[in-house]
């Protein structure tokens, strides 16, 4: 038997004025349901709690507690509630952030309706939607991390890896027949590139990313 049981949303947003946007939005189509709103975080866990939610329209930055958070103790409730991030912000910390902590879609406050009302039938069956901006974020994040130390020099590399070895300064100095302030120099490059301010942070950056071979 066909489910004709109106989805369930939940709209979390500090502005008033955003909520009762959304609130009109939905009522436009009968296969919606408002059922609940909150201006923070706190409120919406507690709403979820204590009350049957399909879909949340989650805000970003709000007071008291954010989208993030909120995301994150809701998909702890194990109550099958699907979250539908929808903010101004398309930053690749928080795209990463809400993916993580359990979102279904990240989509941004410029979505026109029908967008919206997809993604949220979407959402309700499982099914990820990213706005362009927050797809063109991961993978510029994607192809950042990609690139760590690509641009190292072959003697740089060299440097790096008598690094990883526990190699002093003037060790790595003498193994490779060259003056200490070159090895100085050397070393203040491949701390940039790396985007580090140490040897520790260099050697942990080279190992992650498979830069030099792990001893």
Known sequence: M???QPIRILLVDDHALVRSGLRNFIYGYEWME???EASNGAEAI???MQNEVDVVLMDMIMPVMDGVQATRRIMELNKSINIVILTSFHEQDMVEQALKAGATSYMLKNVTAAELAK???SAHEGHSTLAPEATEALIHATRHQQA???DLTDREREVLALLAKGFSNAEIADQLSLSLATI???LANIYSKLGVNNRVE???IALRNNLVEEK
């Open 148 to 150: 760590v130390g690509k």
């Open 119 to 121: 993604t949220i039938r």
């Open 2 to 4: 066909v489910n004709t």
């Open 46 to 48: 507690e709403f979820c």
């Open 34 to 36: 408002p059922v609940g």
């Open 184 to 186: 100085k120099f050397h």
């Open 202 to 204: 260099a050697v942990t």
